[in-house]
């Protein structure tokens, strides 16, 4: 599916929320806006990091080798650059990630788990997860599931950017 763009231009009228829109809209940032706070503070009681962090260490666990360009692992975040080097040094001094040089590439750099980042998701996964499931997936059923899944995959296909100039968070 295109990306379509509806906004107004300035001869239109603004198309604004219908009252029902409005209360969808709200709904839903203020459940992200909490689920991403129920996260954070059980990863960081649990762990000692954030969400965020935990989603680069998990993400670097499901990979061959354990290990991700740099450049990859922002645009798997969809994260910038900066933000990424910044969790990276975090994450290097507990000594979770190591950064190793890219041989093709002078430039470039690999994150890398290592064993004791292997060890804390071992030890942070299962509060994790019963922390999501606890959070939303008990509370809806299987078709809710199924429609949520659904959804979320039709915003983010609309929203996954397919212009080779577009303003991407990872190359910024």
Not at 9 to 19: A, F, G, K, Q, S
Not at 20 to 37: F, G, N, S
Not at 128 to 142: E, K, M, P
Request: with cysteine; hydrophobic share 35%.
């Amino acid at each position: 599916m295109e990306y379509m763009n509806t906004a107004s231009t300035p001869d239109e009228e603004p198309r604004w929320l219908t009252d029902e829109e409005q209360r969808t809209w709200r709904a839903y940032m203020h459940a992200v806006t909490l689920l991403e706070d129920h996260l954070d503070r059980q990863l960081q009681r649990d762990a000692g990091m954030p969400h965020v962090y935990y989603g680069l260490l998990a993400r670097l666990s499901e990979t061959a080798g354990a290990r991700l360009r740099m450049t990859e692992l922002a645009m798997q975040a969809k994260i910038t650059r900066s933000r990424l080097s910044h969790a990276i040094a975090r994450l290097e001094k507990n000594g979770w990630v190591r950064r190793e040089d890219c041989p093709s590439d002078k430039r470039g750099q690999f994150a890398v788990l290592t064993d004791q980042g292997r060890e804390v998701l071992r030890r942070t996964a299962p509060g994790h997860a019963g922390a999501v499931r606890q959070a939303l997936f008990d509370r809806i059923s299987d078709e809710q599931r199924k429609t949520l899944h659904d959804v979320m995959e039709i915003v983010a296909e609309g929203l996954q950017p397919t212009d080779a100039n577009a303003d991407l968070p990872w190359l910024r």
